[in-house]
């Protein structure tokens, strides 16, 4: 009877072994108030200036977003919105930061350029010391995941392929290039994010939706990270790919109830927001914040 005790607890044991802890760190954030928010143009296949906007919702749904990082403990620094900028909200486009070194950004339409200058002044007035404007069109975190090790970094529609080899050689990190093939993912982080950064003798957990890249990338994202999850098409339509975690805590458009399963599944805590509004310019939670790694 003991032993058969025993055998049963160390079988409990292994069952619940098979889900590794998840381990929240606090970051810290920048995000930018959609006081102006509209769809006045069209620079992605989400974004239809027939359709009707309401900016007090978006601002509504932001700050709900805001308060979601702030009760997880996160840390949210706000920079002003500019009128005439619309999209000045998705904040993640305006600059890469590893190590405090800032990587700005450089659009691709005319429409969103004034933005990086911006975000650049930010920088500089909040302390930041090591600033670089890139060269070749580069969306900064639109494109560009980092895992801890290296960034991912997507291109096809937005970034340039050069700006990749800017961001390595600006911030001394290897970059991965990833091409992405579906316009209505557009941005890297539109069809991947990390869950968890890489830690010491830790590979980084990602999740994305292989539909959105080429074959070759496919094949790289297997090689690199046999275990990630794999998101559905519903879960990539609601824009369900563009979360934030902090390692346990993963922010998502609600809409996405497959990948939050999954992520549950996963020894993940979802914390589903609604960015309905906000979606109607093609961002989701990520699009709305940039990590400040210093
Ligand atoms: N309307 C914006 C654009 O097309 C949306 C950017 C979303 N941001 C993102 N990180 N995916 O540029």
Redesign the pocket.
């Known amino acids: 009877m003991t032993i058969e005790l025993g055998g049963l607890l160390r079988g409990q044991a292994a069952v619940e072994a098979t889900v590794e802890p998840r381990v929240p760190t606090r970051r810290r954030y920048l995000m930018c108030p959609p006081r102006h928010f509209t769809v006045a143009y069209s620079?992605?296949p989400w974004?239809d200036p027939s359709q009707p906007v309401s900016t007090s919702l978006a601002l509504e749904q932001w700050t709900a977003l805001k308060s979601a990082y702030e009760r997880l403990g996160h840390t949210v620094e706000v920079i002003d919105p500019v009128a005439g900028l619309p999209?000045m909200v998705?904040a993640?486009?305006s600059g890469t930061v590893i190590d405090g070194r800032v990587l700005g950004s450089r659009f691709r339409?005319d429409e969103?350029a004034a933005e990086a200058d911006h975000f650049r002044r930010w920088f500089l007035d909040h302390g930041y010391r090591d600033v670089v404007m890139p060269t070749s069109i580069n969306?900064a975190?639109?494109d560009f995941a980092w895992t801890g090790d290296f960034i991912l970094a997507g291109h096809g529609f937005?970034t340039d392929p050069a700006a990749h080899a800017e961001a390595q050689e600006v911030l001394g990190v290897p970059v991965v290039s990833l091409r992405l093939i579906d316009p209505r993912f557009?941005?890297l982080?539109?069809a991947l994010f990390v869950l968890t950064e890489a830690g010491v003798g830790s590979p980084a957990q990602i999740a994305y939706y292989p539909e959105a890249f080429s074959p070759g990338s496919r094949r790289v994202l297997h090689r690199l990270f046999p275990d990630a999850i794999i998101a559905t098409a519903a879960d990539a339509v609601c824009l369900g790919l563009?979360g934030v975690s902090d390692g346990l805590h993963v922010v998502l458009p609600v809409e996405a109830t497959a990948l939050a399963d999954q992520l549950a599944h996963h020894g993940y805590q979802p914390v589903p927001v609604d960015i309905s509004e906000i979606r109607k310019?093609?961002?989701g939670p990520?699009?709305c914040t940039m990590e400040l790694r210093d």
């Open positions: 620079i992605n974004m999209d998705f993640a486009n339409a969103r969306e975190e639109g937005r557009y941005h982080d539109t563009n310019a093609g961002g990520k699009c």
